[in-house]
């Protein structure tokens, strides 16, 4: 049963790792980029596409843990379910204080579920026609608060049943690569003016004057 629940529990990990590497890179676009690396996200049709992208995984991604119907195989609801008396996932190291509590996270982030799986339903997972009036209602704190729930019913499953520390800082994150290509581009920007501005003041002419 230990190993069984193990392969679950990390297979809910893999759906959450994916969610969270979409997140991280959407806060990074929007978010956390200084002045220089913004202007080239908002200049790069690639870059403006990409966060729409991620978004749309993160929702797909997380709405496979958070959609409590019987056709998603690893949502939480159903989870959670077989740690109680009788049932499959039944052990000692798992009691009903940290059952309660986990359901109770779920009940307070009801409304951003509900948000996140109209979201996968409407927009992404199906195009409806009356997709124009589903609204994101997801703050950036909302997302992460969503991945936090399941990072802390895997750290517990992991702590108490497997004696096992895990981390949620992912080697090799698609993040790095994306801050690698944009400080290329602003470093390449930045050379480029400066050549504009070197060649200007060699024809006598202020770059102030062109507006570099």
Avoid: C
């Avoid at 996932?89 to 579920?113: F, G």
Wanted: glycine share 2%; net charge negative; charged share 30%.
């Amino acid at each position: 049963m230990k190993e069984k629940l193990k392969n679950h529990t990390r297979e809910i990990q893999d759906i959450m790792f994916l969610a969270q590497s979409s997140f991280k890179i959407l806060s990074y676009l929007y978010l956390e980029a200084d002045d220089v690396e913004n202007d080239i996200i908002e200049n790069s049709q690639f870059l403006k596409f990409s966060r729409e992208i991620h978004w749309r995984i993160y929702v797909i991604e997380l709405s496979k843990l958070f959609a409590d119907r019987k056709s998603e195989h690893f949502n939480l609801y159903a989870f959670i379910q077989k740690f109680k008396k009788g049932m499959e996932y039944e052990i000692k190291e798992i009691d009903e204080r940290s059952i309660e509590l986990w359901e109770l996270n779920l009940k307070m982030e009801k409304p951003n579920i509900d948000n996140l799986i109209l979201q996968r339903d409407k927009l992404y997972g199906h195009t409806d026609r009356d997709r124009t009036s589903v609204k994101n209602t997801l703050t950036f704190k909302h997302a992460k608060e969503l991945i936090e729930v399941v990072q802390r019913i895997v750290s517990e499953i992991y702590i108490a049943v497997f004696q096992l520390a895990t981390t949620f800082d992912v080697i090799g994150e698609p993040l790095s690569d994306i801050k690698k290509i944009v400080a290329s581009l602003a470093n390449e920007k930045a050379n480029m003016l400066n050549d504009y501005k070197t060649y200007a003041e060699s024809l006598g002419i202020d770059p102030t004057e062109l507006g570099l």
